[in-house]
């Protein structure tokens, strides 16, 4: 199964 | 007190076209050194970052930061009564809410403004780290657009796949597979006609059609468009601004669980 990744499990918070 | 004033006005009319389909509001932050917007969808699935150089405009004064929150959707249809050719300056009062539009034609003859409130946005920046990327492909920008668009109707996946015969793009679904294959060129009379790929190891990521289709109303800000892809991080899309800048998408890549 292929899922949506998000962006901000990849950028750090600033 | 904040005025910048651009004579290729129409580079802005081009950057909100770029944006307002991805964004419904975000925060320009203003400083001496340019303006700058980071905002991600409402769904977190990927982040636009937008800069515009201070030494790209005609005129730029930026006494203090300042962070100018705006509707897009509002700020585009403001930036649909400028004509292609008109100069357009963008001045807001420190600790204003409200910011004003100038839009001046070339002779002069014609001058309207309009001023639009301001929000208050509390918006989350996010690092972005410098990355060496595996992949980095430039291809005509409307080619990009093509492809995207194409392979959109097949399903609503693109895989981006690339080595060191070139670059392939394909999706698959309940019509049929499509596969779309660039080789890098090897000689073109106009650069920006140009298929190049810079490769250190090969890559294949998977991304939603859906985004990719929204990043491509970029294209009509350069003729060029930059893929920059790593094995499981997001890719970027990247559009020059003229040379005062860039709009840069990143998009969060599928993955198998």
Request: aromatic residues 8%; negative net charge; charged residues 25%.
């Amino acid at each position: 199964k292929i899922t949506q990744g998000r962006i901000d499990n990849f950028f750090q918070r600033e | 007190m904040f005025e910048a004033r651009l004579v290729q006005g129409n580079l802005l009319k081009k950057v909100l076209e770029s944006l307002k389909d991805l964004l419904t509001e975000a925060s320009w932050d203003c400083a001496d050194t340019g303006i700058q917007l980071q905002a991600m969808d409402n769904s977190h699935v990927s982040l636009v970052s937008v800069q515009l150089r201070a030494d790209g405009f005609d005129k730029f004064r930026c006494d203090r930061q300042l962070s100018m929150g705006m509707n897009l959707t509002s700020m585009s249809k403001i930036l649909r009564c400028a004509a292609n050719d008109d100069i357009i300056t963008i001045k807001a009062q420190d600790q204003a809410d409200n910011v004003t539009f100038v839009f001046e034609s070339p002779n002069q003859e014609k001058v309207a403004d309009y001023e639009m409130k301001l929000m208050n946005l509390d918006q989350e920046h996010l690092g972005i780290p410098e990355t060496d990327y595996a992949a980095v492909i430039k291809l005509p920008a409307a080619e990009f657009q093509r492809i995207i668009k194409d392979l959109s109707q097949f399903g609503e996946s693109v895989v981006i796949s690339c080595t060191k015969e070139g670059v392939k793009f394909s999706a698959a679904g309940d019509i049929g597979v499509g596969n779309i294959k660039l080789a890098q060129t090897a000689s073109v009379d106009k650069e920006e006609e140009a298929v190049t790929i810079e490769m250190q190891e090969p890559v294949t990521l998977t991304f939603a059609c859906r985004y990719l289709n929204m990043f491509t109303k970029a294209t009509c800000l350069a003729p060029q468009v930059t893929l920059s892809m790593s094995p499981e991080v997001p890719l970027v899309v990247e559009y020059k601004i003229g040379d005062m800048g860039h709009v840069r998408y990143y998009l969060a890549p599928k993955i198998e669980d």
